[in-house]
C-alpha cells in the first residue's frame, strides 16, 4: 500500500464511538419510533406507497445491528473495497 492509499484509508476508517453512536441512534429509534414519527423524521408521506416497507425495513435494521459488536461492525465497515 502506497502513502496516498494509506492516507486515504485513514481518513475514511469509522471509529468505535461512532459506530456506537449509530447503533444506539438507529436501535432506539427504530425501537420507539411509530410510522408517523418516521415519516414525520424524513419527510415523508406515511400515506406514500412503499412507506410501510421502508419503515419495516427501518425496524429490522435497528434490530439486526445490535447484533454486531462495535469492533465486527468497523471491521466491516472499514474493510477494503476491491
Do not use: Y
Not at 39 to 54: I, S
Request: hydrophobic content about 40%; charged content about 20%; overall charge positive.
Amino acid at each position: 500500500m502506497d502513502n496516498q492509499t494509506a492516507a486515504t484509508d485513514a481518513r475514511e476508517a469509522v471509529d468505535p464511538e461512532t459506530i456506537k453512536r449509530v447503533q444506539q441512534g438507529i436501535g432506539g429509534a427504530a425501537w420507539n419510533m411509530n410510522i408517523l414519527d418516521f415519516c414525520k423524521v424524513l419527510g415523508w408521506n406515511p400515506a406514500h406507497a412503499g412507506t410501510q416497507e421502508k419503515f419495516k425495513n427501518f425496524q429490522t435494521l435497528g434490530s439486526l445491528l445490535g447484533k454486531f459488536d462495535r469492533v465486527t461492525l468497523g471491521k466491516l465497515i472499514n474493510a477494503p473495497r476491491s
